[in-house]
């Protein structure tokens, strides 16, 4: 099964709280698991991405925590600012015969001042 | 600057009428996507391409297609055969398809939303 589940859909948090998407797949093969970001008519930019060998990746005020066991990871979003809210797409690669990516279905964030 | 045009950025379409749309990128990538984006569905995968003068059909590639006649170039038809087209529609590129770490890293295009009228 090719799935990343997401959630939630849509979370709205006061500025300086901490953010958290959560994820989930099935598949052991998926090797690489990004974190994408979409601003309101862009296109999604990559955020921050980890290795399923390695349990947790922080880059500025953003980290993913990864549970390999549990398969399960999730974005903290630290000290959250309005200038954060946008769409936040998890994503995994692999599994199958290529690499490819498949993304969960969304969240919508909105910080709130 | 290196990256990913897309174009139109909007685009209308009659009932029945193909319309095609352009991707165009300067980062040297070897690999192509076309996703489409519907609001709760995430990013679904068209079509890929790999390499020039070739591309595989993704998760919903009926009434979509593609060519891959030079390397920076690939634009994407949507077809009459589509029968729920209005949608945002997402380029993206990626270094190799198969190659190490930066393999299907993508870099997305700006986007087209096509509305059917």
């Known amino acids: 099964q090719q799935q990343v589940k997401q959630s939630p859909q849509s979370l709205i948090v006061q500025k300086g709280g901490i953010s958290i998407i959560n994820c989930a797949y099935e598949?052991?093969?998926?090797?690489?698991f990004p974190w994408y970001q979409q601003f309101p008519g862009k296109g999604p930019a990559l955020l921050i991405a980890?290795?399923?060998?390695?349990s947790e990746k922080k880059e500025g005020r953003f980290t993913i925590s990864f549970n390999k066991s549990a398969k399960q990871f999730s974005l903290h979003i630290m000290d959250s600012q309005p200038g954060d809210s946008a769409t936040y797409f998890c994503a995994a690669r692999g599994g199958g015969g290529y690499q490819k990516v498949t993304f969960g279905t969304g969240t919508k964030l909105q910080v709130i001042p | 600057d290196g990256g990913i045009t897309q174009s139109p950025k909007y685009l209308f379409r009659k009932e029945g009428q193909n319309v095609t749309l352009s991707c165009e990128q300067n980062l040297n990538h070897d690999a192509m996507y076309w996703y489409r984006q519907d609001p709760g569905q995430g990013l679904r995968l068209i079509y890929y391409s790999q390499i020039v003068n070739d591309f595989q059909k993704g998760d919903i590639a009926e009434g979509y297609s593609v060519s891959r006649e030079k390397k920076e170039s690939f634009p994407l038809t949507v077809t009459s055969a589509q029968k729920n087209p209005t949608a945002f529609y997402l380029c993206?590129?990626?270094?190799?398809?198969?190659?190490?770490?930066?393999?299907?890293?993508?870099?997305f295009g700006a986007g087209s939303r096509l509305t059917v009228l």
């Open positions: 598949n052991t093969a998926f090797d690489y």
């Open positions: 993206a590129s990626s270094i190799d398809y198969y190659r190490g770490a930066g393999a299907n890293v993508l870099t």
């Open positions: 980890i290795r399923p060998d390695v």
